[in-house]
């Protein structure tokens, strides 16, 4: 399950301070604000779970903006592996963190970017493996299958090795904003979203710069020119370096932005091309496969896996089930207990997650079997979680405390 984006703007130094390790996880968690487990510092500002099936890494954010972030990574028993402090994420503007799989035999890396800094740490070790900067305000930053993209001012596209920080390339995108990288058989593609060239941009000013400054910032506006494209980031990197190449799409498809939120799943991209309409394209050519109304009584939702749904049936209750995310067909679905309404869903891995007024319930993708349930205990939050092959690792949280849970599962 993906962590949430948090933002801000400021700018921290790194620290490679070994941190002490916590304790083994019990099944009562761990207290991620007590000073007692994690001393020095007051953690638990926005927590971040990522890994790997084998691997899971906890990033939290200190609640003093002028202290950097604690990594500490756990395995599927609980057990505590590094520990580290670095720079990033905190509350920066398009801040987003995520593990990046290198070619076969390679560590994924955790990449983040603060300011103007993109860095990655070593998802074995913990240690920074490079940093990746620029002068120019650095923005959405996604990758996938060894390549790291980000968006420098809006203007141009960084593609970056994510084994050791080398600029492989860098694409004219003036007019195009980044929103997603996505794989596909043959290697990632950025994609982004391109208003009507020449068009003219009303802005608004906003304190999104480095420590709150003020600056002018687009606003996106309905453009009927709009596109929706896909760009080949993977390969070889051009004879030119980093020089600024043209930007050549593999496809492009009409996309009038009232949403510019993109979810590459299993094949398709899926975005909200207009208010209240949802909408599939092929991911190798940009064909529209669907289009549908949103419905306010229906949660839907994708990842890497596919697709999934919790909707009402017709006597009020609730079921939820997967579905083919290239035409929406159901695969499978099942009923909530009567009386339980669905909050928000995820999936992964194998797994759908549904967190619903009881509590959790975690099954199997392919076919609903349960693989657990959790009930989260009263005036508790449940703000993140993420499953495995073998483990499901999640946060409660009440006011400005956070606990850390970990369960092992039977394998898929």
């Excluded at 390339?169 to 904003?177: H, I, N």
Aim: net charge negative.
């Amino acid at each position: 399950m993906r962590p949430l984006l948090v933002l801000l703007t400021t700018l921290l130094a790194a620290s490679q301070a070994h941190a002490d390790a916590p304790p083994p996880l019990d099944a009562a968690g761990l207290a991620l604000t007590r000073p007692d487990t994690l001393p020095r510092r007051l953690y638990g500002w926005s927590t971040w779970l990522l890994g790997t099936d084998d691997r899971h890494v906890v990033v939290t954010e200190s609640a003093h903006l002028d202290r950097p972030a604690r990594y500490q990574s756990f395995d599927n028993k609980g057990r505590p592996g590094w520990s580290a402090d670095h720079a990033c994420p905190d509350f920066d503007d398009f801040t987003t963190i995520f593990v990046v799989e290198g070619p076969k035999g390679q560590d994924p890396r955790i990449v983040c970017k603060i300011g103007k800094q993109i860095i990655a740490v070593d998802l074995a070790t913990g240690k920074e493996a490079w940093r990746f900067s620029d002068p120019r305000p650095l923005y959405i930053t996604a990758g996938a299958q060894g390549r790291v993209a980000v968006s420098v001012a809006n203007q141009a596209l960084a593609v970056i090795d994510a084994k050791d920080g080398r600029e492989l390339m860098r694409l004219d995108t003036r007019g195009a904003v980044l929103e997603a990288v996505a794989p596909t058989p043959d290697g990632p593609f950025a994609l982004l979203v391109q208003d009507t060239p020449g068009r003219v941009e009303e802005t608004i000013e906003l304190a999104v710069g480095e420590g709150g400054a003020l600056e002018r910032v687009p606003l996106s506006g309905d453009d009927p020119g709009r596109k929706l494209i896909a760009v080949a980031i993977g390969g070889p990197a051009p004879k030119s370096g980093a020089a600024l190449a043209p930007m050549t799409p593999r496809w492009a498809a009409p996309f009038e932005g009232y949403s510019f939120e993109i979810t590459p799943t299993l094949g398709a991209v899926i975005g909200q091309p207009r208010e209240n309409v949802r909408a599939a394209w092929d991911l190798a050519d940009g064909k529209l496969l669907w289009e549908r109304p949103m419905r306010s009584d229906e949660l839907v939702f994708f990842g890497e896996d596919g697709a999934a749904f919790a909707r009402p049936d017709e006597n009020g209750d609730y079921v939820f089930g997967a579905m083919d995310p290239k035409t929406l067909a159901e695969r499978w679905k099942k009923p909530l207990p009567p009386g339980v309404k669905p909050r928000v869903g995820g999936l992964g891995g194998g797994d759908l997650g549904l967190v619903t007024t009881a509590g959790f319930l975690l099954v199997r993708y392919a076919d609903g079997a349960e693989r657990t349930a959790i009930t989260v205990p009263d005036g508790r939050e449940l703000p993140n979680l993420r499953s495995t092959s073998r483990s499901l690792i999640w946060v409660t949280q009440r006011d400005a405390e956070r606990w850390l849970h970990l369960q092992g599962l039977p394998p898929l």
